[in-house]
């Protein structure tokens, strides 16, 4: 199941309260206050774990709650600090926070660490309140509330090549021959329902990501379809590999399937359509003498154009090199 976009509450710690005692041994009347501090709340941390690719830990817990400070003892012991509440979260996740509507932190990074709540302050032990005037002081501090807020998750995958196109061009087929990745394929459109990630391979362990993301529809801008949920995750690649159908089995052209998607992408982002573009016209197993190919390449004259067929394997090793190679340069 693929969650990218959950609301939770996390909550820090509240501090331990002070202790109010005073120190009695035998022979030594009128000890004096020796009441310790409470501990410290812990505090709420989220840490990127690039081996997540969902928000699904989240779905089903709302509460996200640190530990509390303990209070502290007399013979001026310290009440031990509440444990820190650690959130891995992946790669490409955006905190919002949901009263003020305002991004907290974009957690772009492997490895990144931010303190989303900090825990609250132990309370003094009577001892500090001990002074030349008022010696046996009966009161300590209290504890300090640790911070509360409502979250916003949202989660844009980050992929340095984006499989993007009409559904049934075969974007699930071409991840499949390229990773190992295992996205469901059939002869029916939308087998793709959430994006997929695979990792890419090539001789001298280089290596890029590569995401299929769900089939783009006339309208998918505006709600049509599955690509209005999944057009956020187009905006994380570094470039865009559009797949065309050379004949496609509805029968329509493959020129208006390209000119479609062009149009969803501008409508929903502009900045998408100024991402590098890489044209990859697809099923050329199924053009022999290479007529459909050369008819489409004629009207994309001047744009970067592939042919591969993604069952076969034709051209698979020269398309993963032309992606190295511009990936390599978008960095």
């Not at 390229?178 to 793709?192: L, W």
């Amino acid at each position: 199941m693929f969650v990218d976009e959950v609301q939770i509450r996390v909550k820090a710690g509240d501090g331990g309260g002070g202790c109010a005692s005073f120190r009695r041994e035998k022979f030594i009347p009128k000890g004096g206050p020796d009441g310790g501090d409470g501990g410290c709340g812990g505090s709420v941390y989220f840490v990127v774990d690039p081996s997540r690719d969902t928000l699904l830990d989240f779905s089903g817990k709302h509460d996200w709650i640190a530990k509390n400070g303990r209070p502290g003892e007399g013979k001026k012991k310290f009440g031990p600090d509440g444990e820190d509440l650690i959130i891995p979260v992946p790669l490409g996740t955006l905190v919002y926070d949901l009263k003020r509507d305002i991004l907290i932190k974009d957690m772009n990074e492997a490895g990144m660490k931010i303190c989303i709540c900090r825990g609250g302050r132990g309370g003094w032990g009577n001892v500090h309140f001990a002074t030349s005037r008022r010696q046996t002081p009966r009161f300590a501090g209290r504890g300090k509330p640790g911070q509360e807020r409502d979250l916003r998750l949202e989660l844009k995958l980050m992929a340095d090549a984006g499989l993007v196109g009409m559904p049934n061009a075969g974007k699930s087929t071409l991840l499949s021959r390229c990773s190992k990745a295992r996205p469901k394929i059939a002869n029916y459109p939308f087998t793709t329902l959430s994006p997929v990630l695979g990792i890419v391979e090539l001789s001298g362990l280089r290596r890029f990501v590569m995401a299929d993301l769900p089939g783009l529809i006339e309208g998918a801008h505006s709600g049509a379809g599955l690509g209005y949920e999944f057009l956020r995750h187009i905006e994380r690649t570094r470039i865009l590999v559009h797949l065309v159908d050379i004949l496609p089995v509805d029968g329509s052209r493959p020129m208006d399937n390209y000119k479609k998607i062009r149009n969803e992408l501008k409508w929903y982002s502009p900045a998408l359509i100024r991402k590098p573009e890489l044209i990859v016209l697809n099923k050329a197993d199924l053009d022999g003498d290479g007529e459909l190919v050369n008819a489409i390449k004629k009207k994309l004259k001047g744009k970067k154009v592939m042919v591969i067929s993604a069952v076969s394997g034709q051209g698979l090793d020269e398309l993963k090199e032309k992606l190295w190679e511009m990936i390599q340069k978008k960095k």
